[in-house]
Nanobody, 121 residues
Framework: QVHLVESGGGLVQAGGSLRLSCAASGSIFRLNAMGWYRQAPGNQRELVANITRDGSTNYADSVKGRFTISRDNAKNTVYLQMNSLKPEDTAVYYC???????????????WGQGTQVTVSS
């Protein structure tokens, strides 16, 4: 079993910054891709950014140039630095990780519990 614990959400004014962290623990052989999704009320969950184990990144168009995803493989942790925040960034942010869970290379997806980010105008 793999557990993801997010931290760093909160309330911030438009133009401000927040940094989200997500630490993975449990029976982890290796973490492949990690990332962040978000879901606003009434909307579907959408990809914000993801990062491969070797550091290749991918961003939603709406956050390019404002958000930066990074990871520390030694700590099994992924980060999301969010700058120039806008009210439309308000959502619950969920951490995601694809974990290799045994010697055969079996992978499984895991999700964190979510952290609220609220941006006031």
């Amino acid at each position: 079993q793999v557990h993801l614990v997010e931290s760093g959400g909160g309330l911030v004014q438009a133009g401000g910054s927040l940094r989200l962290s997500c630490a993975a623990s449990g029976s982890i052989f290796r973490l492949n891709a990690m990332g962040w999704y978000r879901q606003a009320p009434g909307n579907q969950r959408e990809l914000v950014a993801n990062i491969t184990r070797d550091g290749s990144t991918n961003y939603a168009d709406s956050v390019k140039g404002r958000f930066t995803i990074s990871r520390d493989n030694a700590k099994n942790t992924v980060y999301l630095q969010m700058n120039s925040l806008k009210p439309e960034d308000t959502a619950v942010y969920y951490c995601f990780a694809e974990a290799v869970v045994n010697y055969y290379g079996t992978t499984s997806p895991y999700w964190g519990q979510g952290t609220q980010v609220t941006v006031s105008s």
